[in-house]
């Protein structure tokens, strides 16, 4: 089993194929880092194909595998445009990005510190390697002093005074931290309008200072197994999202008709993950016929 003969979702989850994967780790990790070279070199053409899925495969094993080679070429991936990156992540950069960034980094936080400071990087990437930080806090990995250190820094000049949402990001993951360091520079963003109430609210601040520090640190440690966790298991992880809800009814035959329809050319990189010339027509799109029909009931069976 090789990561390219799951390279597109079509609807169901290669559990099977996942756990061979993982029971031949040292033998597919260049696998899984070509993945990721390639998806770097052709990411705005992958971007296009909604069934593109190889990428988030390699992304999450790697992690699993905690292997710092994957490190600086999701760094590089990430630093593509706002558009590329939501159509070639989605969900996955607030809901699986952070935990990747702290599988994978070993410990060094300078590319996760250089994401959060560049004004130029999508506000979603820079709030995931923020949340990133404290996950590895949460594992005690790096120290409550550190992270909070930095954060202090970054409400006093090291991030841009503009409004986005990296400064209400960085608000909620300073309160999993407990925040007392940072009280009169919170409540200057708040006063010069950087943070959104309505996505934390200053009572929110207060009430977690009210509480306590121990308080606080003890709600992340036992949290450490759901939102602030490593990956340990890439099938728990996935089995459960929505877009393997189930196979398409049409699928044997709309994937015969799908292969020789399309042209495929070989990645530049050694690892043969196929990506398209061509833009394609999502089966549950229009047909380009003019039949009125969505492509899966008209040639895309053919």
Not at 145 to 150: D, G, N, P, R
Not at 177 to 185: A, R, S
């Amino acid at each position: 089993m090789r990561i390219q003969e799951i390279a597109y979702n079509y609807g169901t989850f290669p559990k099977k194929e996942l756990q061979e994967l993982i029971d031949h780790r040292d033998e597919v990790i260049p696998d899984l880092l070509a993945v990721l070279e390639n998806t770097c070199e052709n990411a705005e053409v992958l971007a296009e194909d909604e069934d593109y899925f190889a990428h988030i495969y390699a992304m999450f094993l790697l992690a699993q595998f905690r292997e710092p080679k994957a490190y600086p070429l999701i760094y590089r991936l990430l630093h593509n445009s706002s558009e590329t990156l939501e159509h070639l992540l989605g969900d996955f950069l607030c809901e699986g990005l952070p935990q990747v960034l702290a599988s994978v980094c070993d410990g060094n936080i300078e590319p996760l510190q250089q994401i959060i400071e560049n004004p130029q990087m999508y506000e979603y990437v820079r709030s995931s390697a923020l949340s990133s930080l404290v996950i590895l806090v949460a594992w005690e990995l790096k120290s409550r002093e550190e992270i909070a250190a930095y954060f202090l820094s970054l409400f006093q000049g090291k991030l841009e005074r503009e409004y986005s949402y990296v400064w209400s990001a960085l608000a909620i993951e300073s309160c999993h931290l407990y925040p007392f360091e940072m009280t009169d520079e919170i409540k200057r963003a708040y006063e010069d309008e950087l943070i959104d109430p309505f996505i934390i609210s200053y009572d929110d601040i207060q009430e977690t200072l009210d509480s306590g520090k121990e308080a606080a640190i003890n709600d992340l440690y036992q949290n450490k197994n759901n939102t602030y966790r490593l990956i340990d298991n890439t099938v728990e992880e996935l089995e459960n999202w929505a877009c393997f809800s189930g196979m398409d009814e049409d699928f044997p035959e709309m994937r015969k008709s799908f292969d020789e329809k399309w042209h495929f050319e070989e990645p530049r990189t050694e690892i043969q993950v196929p990506y398209r010339k061509e833009i394609k027509v999502g089966r549950n799109d229009p047909c380009p016929c003019g039949s009125g029909k969505k492509y899966k009931k008209c040639c895309g069976q053919s």
